[in-house]
């Protein structure tokens, strides 16, 4: 693969990583919106704690497995830019650098 060819695929690979944090992040923030939505409605509307308990485990669930998958992104990420490095590839094609996971603080 010649260095532009290389180049050009870490490129696009890195912007679909990009993207797929991004959503993932925004999956996550609508998540909690739910989440309030269903705790507030319930109450607003006078129902008994107890209703709703089921849908809200469920929830608590999918937002806890969401947080796994960002966390197996960020070990991703880190794969994927050890392994372009160690191949040279450059990925920016002059875009303005993205804090990666162990530049951004926690």
């Known amino acids: ?3 532009q060819r290389l180049d050009q695929f870490a490129s696009v690979i890195a912007a679909e990583l990009r993207e797929t944090e991004l959503r993932i992040d925004m999956s ?3 998540a909690g919106v739910l989440l309030t939505s269903m705790t507030a409605g319930r109450n607003e509307a006078g129902l008994p704690a107890s209703f709703g308990q089921t849908a809200l485990t469920k929830l608590g669930a ?3 497995t969401g947080v796994e998958y960002r ?3 960020i ?3 880190r794969s994927l830019e050890a392994a372009g490095n160690k191949i040279g590839a ?3 094609l002059g875009d303005l650098p993205v804090p990666k996971p162990d ?3 926690d």
């Open 1 to 3: 693969m010649t260095d």
């Open 28 to 30: 996550l923030a609508q």
């Open 62 to 64: 999918a937002i806890a």
């Open 71 to 73: 966390s197996s992104l």
């Open 75 to 77: 070990s991703l990420h």
């Open 90 to 92: 450059d990925w920016s």
């Open 103 to 105: 530049d951004a603080p």
